[in-house]
T-cell receptor, first 114, second 113 residues
Framework: AAGVIQSPRHLIKEKRETATLKCYPI?????VYWYQQGPGQDPQFLIS???????DKGSIPDRFSAQQFSDYHSELNMSSLELGDSALYFC?????????????FGQGTRLTVV | SQQGEEDPQALSIQEGENATMNCSYK?????LQWYRQNSGRGLVHLIL?????REKHSGRLRVTLDTSKKSSSLLITASRAADTASYFC?????????????FGTGTRLKVLA
């Protein structure tokens, strides 16, 4: 069965650079979520999209932005990268809101800022 | 503040023993899910339990939910070395049409062969 695809799997950037992470949801899933997980930390919710509109927002820095495109894939853009942005970034998708269904996660993108 | 708090934070058991992890949360929920994460890897969905359910089984996994106490437990029976991982509970907020999960702090399980 198709799963959530994230690319790239690994990314190394220097401070103050920009990074773009991509997420391709499970086919027919209309909702995408982004999470950030620092070393030894629990996943922190960043932002979610439903039907290409932002649906909820968590602790996402102003330096980060995201959107969901017409084909439902999503991109997380991160600018002015800081060392503290080094983390595992997860994308998840679901069919509809979480009140009624479960979310499935991708393998994550490991971002290292040097 | 965390929506979900898990205990214990770390658990070490022998292969064949049962492992129990607990999760407490703060707000009302529609459902609660348990995920497994191998070191530095993706989150694997284990089981979803809805707020109107009290217990659910899946293979060697048994999940209970007590909405009056706002808590859930995950029991892994007859543990194996391959069960070594971190286990997280995640809850949605009870608002209809909610679009986020809040994760607990996770329990790091180590199963010794």
């Amino acid at each position: 069965a198709a799963g959530v695809i994230q690319s790239p799997r690994h990314l190394i950037k220097e401070k103050r650079e920009t990074a773009t992470l991509k997420c391709y949801p499970i086919p027919r899933h209309d909702t995408v979520y982004w999470y950030q997980q620092g070393p030894g930390q629990d996943p922190q919710f960043l932002i979610s999209f439903y039907e290409k509109m932002q649906s909820d927002k968590g602790s996402i820095p102003d330096r980060f932005s995201a959107q969901q495109f017409s084909d439902y894939h999503s991109e997380l853009n991160m600018s002015s990268l800081e060392l503290g942005d080094s983390a595992l970034y997860f994308c998840a998708s679901s069919l509809g809101p979480l009140s009624y269904t479960e979310a499935f996660f991708g393998q994550g993108t490991r971002l290292t800022v040097v | 503040s965390q929506q979900g708090e898990e205990d214990p934070q770390a658990l070490s058991i022998q292969e064949g023993e049962n492992a129990t992890m607990n999760c407490s949360y703060k707000t009302s929920i529609n459902n609660l899910q348990w995920y497994r994460q191998n070191s530095g890897r993706g989150l694997v969905h284990l089981i979803l339990i809805r707020s109107n359910e009290r217990e659910k089984h899946s293979g060697r996994l048994r999940v209970t939910l007590d909405t009056s106490k706002k808590s859930s437990s995950l029991l892994i029976t007859a543990s194996r070395a391959a069960d070594t991982a971190s286990y997280f509970c995640a809850t949605d907020a009870t608002t209809s049409g909610t679009y986020k999960y809040i994760f607990g702090t996770g329990t790091r399980l180590k199963v010794l062969a």
